[in-house]
């Protein structure tokens, strides 16, 4: 095993030979003909002139040594079933579904938007995308109409694929009237709809418009369709995502970069070899699942479970129960599950056979030191490790790389900055490098991001330049909107966003879209959305709304049925997971004289803080009544 600060260094310092050495991890068409090609910054080219194809290498190319061993295995808590899906059987599921995208007109470069519970027929549907050369564009299932149709119209997808149903506690959501919805509300309208049929709440056709995959996939029961040789550059895929503005970003990623990136990620931090299982308890719809249900286990000829549920039912052992039924090597969860988990009976740890579990892996919040304690204690000392990326990246930023060489975990630190970034602290006022120990600053990456990072934003490169790399002044760096420190050992810690972005329960929302839904809400004059510390959730969404007529004022019962149709028109249109612990209503917001919101001064009281230098506040009065209203 080599040492990790060398093999670091040589990531950086002599980027090339490094990565064209993880290149071998993956099988390739043609070979690159250059290793990353850098000529007009930040646009890095990764792997060009290389031809693959993300599908061969996560399903055909595993087919001469493991054509019987489960590739999928799908659970649902929610409909009860399981079904395991063999490589043999996943290469035929993912021919029939490529099939009927190409039946219905989907060509290389046209997009997909698949709009899913989690099934495995959202897999098929990825993986028949990337078999065709077309960009798959997974929306996370719990969004609703609203958030659907403007990514509809930004992905412009020829077909969407879809379904009845999802489910949630044992009962049906239904997904069709919400597609029907925004699709009547999109500009664009793709040229069929897919569903996948699960009886589990009726649909209204839309003849000559929707399609039914059962009956299409009978008819292409025996398809063939061979892969399609693509760049390595070409697009795989986009994944939306919240920045401070009210329109998402479609993060595009590549083809060679992200499928290197990934292989070697198996390697070297999930520490995860060809026919372990690998359980990632998160959602297709979101960058984890994305990365670490599909691409990378499969990729690395793993077995991947993707369940569908939450973690405490039928009871709160459901997935220690999985991990001794599949022999789960490596698993990978938010901390707000593990949190979830810490609230039920510490019997059901130590219930089952968990000798097979290697490593816990948990990412997308911050990892508070009471729940690392407690699931390290409930794991008997396995190695409990965080890891801090971002949708843009695809792959751990920052974490301890057990797989080049074991190293000490902090509480409280993801760890070190891994292979490939070049990570910076910066003075976000001058752009200096921070180079001392504990000093915070913006969370920076020099360019060129690594293999399988954000190629650009989807169809808007000035977008890509101007929200990534023109923040920092005086320099051109990658900015994380994350505020670190780093300590004298080069382990960072992560003290919260330098933007309107809050994190609930692990998913990444911006407060804008929130404010743009409520203010859909004919008596809202003006709103504020910001986050505010939950013990459970990390963060939820707290509005604090000016009424048009303010009337109702002093009336508890008429503000409760507002607050209650503020929450249903963000259900409505971004979805449950969005909505607002509370509305609040308020005479005026807090402001500078200049007009700019005081979020943070809000969310500061909001938590009981000290809101800090306040001078340039246009009427204080407007705090002081939110300060009052949570210390009553
Ligand atoms: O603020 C950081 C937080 O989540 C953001 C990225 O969210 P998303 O794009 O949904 O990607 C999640 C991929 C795991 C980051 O900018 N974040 C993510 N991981 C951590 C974290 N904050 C603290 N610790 C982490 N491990």
């Known amino acids: 095993m080599s040492n990790f600060a060398d093999f670091y260094r040589r990531s950086i310092e002599d980027r090339d030979a490094f990565w064209a050495e993880q290149a071998r991890l993956v ?31 996560a399903v055909d190319r595993h087919l001469k040594e493991r054509a019987d061993q489960p590739a999928l295995i799908w659970v649902s808590t929610e409909t009860e079933q399981e079904k395991i899906y063999t490589y043999r059987d996943l290469h035929a599921e993912v021919q ?33 995308c990337v078999r065709i050369g077309a960009l798959h564009s ?16 930004d992905a412009e997808p020829t077909v969407i694929v879809s379904a009845d149903a999802g489910s949630r506690g044992g009962k049906p959501v239904p ?104 359980f990632c308890a998160s959602d297709v719809g979101w960058v984890v699942g994305h990365s670490y249900i599909i691409y990378a286990p499969l990729i690395g000829g793993s077995s991947t479970i993707m369940y569908e549920g939450t973690p405490i039912r ?70 409990v490790i965080d890891n801090y990326w971002q949708t843009e990246t695809g792959w751990p930023i920052l974490t301890i790389c057990n797989g080049v060489e074991r190293q000490p975990s ?55 330049l101007n929200t990534y790399w023109s923040s ?21 810690f992560i003290l919260g966003r330098t933007d309107d972005v809050i994190n609930v329960a692990g998913h990444r929302l911006g407060t804008r879209e929130i404010e743009e839904a409520i203010s859909g809400h004919p008596n809202i004059a ?34 409760l049925k507002l607050e209650g149709e503020v929450m249903k028109v963000v259900d409505n249109s971004l979805g449950a997971v969005a909505r607002p612990a509370r509305v609040r209503f308020v005479n005026q917001l807090p402001k500078t004289r200049s007009g700019k919101l005081l979020r943070r001064a809000m969310q500061a009281v909001s938590e009981g803080r000290d809101p800090g230098d306040l001078t340039t506040m246009e009427d204080p009065a407007a705090l002081q009544a939110i300060k009052d209203m949570f210390q009553n």
């Open 96 to 128: 029939r579904m490529a099939a009927a995208l190409k039946a219905l007109g989907v060509g290389k470069g046209d997009r997909v938007l698949i709009y899913m519970p989690m099934i495995p027929e959202a897999c098929f549907a990825m993986l028949a």
């Open 27 to 57: 099988e390739w068409q043609t070979p690159p003909q250059t290793i990353c090609n850098y000529d007009k910054p930040p646009f890095a080219k990764w792997f060009a002139g290389g031809t693959t194809n993300l599908c061969h290498n």
């Open 526 to 559: 003006e709103v504020a959305v910001v986050g505010v510390a939950d013990s459970l959730k990390g963060q939820v969404a707290m509005a604090f709304a000016v009424l048009k007529d303010a009337s109702v004022l002093g009336d508890e019962q008429a503000l």
């Open 472 to 492: 920092v002044p005086n320099r051109m760096v990658y900015s994380t909107f994350d505020w670190g420190i780093r300590d004298e050992e080069g382990y960072y």
């Open 314 to 383: 039928p009871d709160g052992g459901i997935w220690w129960r999985l991990v001794e039924k599949y022999k789960v090597s490596v698993m990978f969860t938010a901390p707000t599950a593990i949190r979830v988990l810490k609230k039920q009976d510490p019997a059901y740890l130590s219930q089952y056979d968990l000798s097979s579990l290697r490593t816990l892996f948990l990412a997308g919040e911050p990892l508070d030191e009471p729940t690392a304690q407690w699931i390290s204690g409930g794991l008997k000392g396995k190695p």
């Open 175 to 278: 997904y069709k009237h919400l597609l029907d919805e925004a699709i009547v509300l999109a500009k664009h309208k793709p040229k069929a709809v897919l569903l996948v049929d699960r009886g589990l709440a009726p649909m209204n056709l839309v003849e000559g418009r929707d399609q039914i995959w059962g009956q299409l996939r009978q008819q292409y029961l025996d398809a063939q369709i061979p892969c399609e040789w693509v760049d390595a550059t070409h697009p795989s895929y986009t994944l939306y995502t919240s920045g401070t503005t009210g329109k998402p970003k479609g993060v595009q990623r590549d083809t060679g970069g992200y499928l290197v990136a990934l292989a070697a990620s198996m390697k070297y931090i999930y520490g995860c070899q060809p026919g372990d299982t690998f």
């Open 410 to 464: 902090k509480f409280g630190s993801p760890g070190k900055a891994v292979y490939g970034y070049n990570v910076k602290l910066l003075d976000d006022q001058t752009g200096a490098e921070l180079t001392g120990a504990n000093q915070k600053g913006v969370v920076a990456i020099e360019g060129p991001l690594p293999p399988g990072c954000l190629q650009t934003v989807w169809r808007d490169d000035a977008r890509f």
């Open 138 to 153: 997974v929306v996370f299932g719990g969004f609703a109409s609203g958030s659907l149709a403007t990514r509809i119209d």
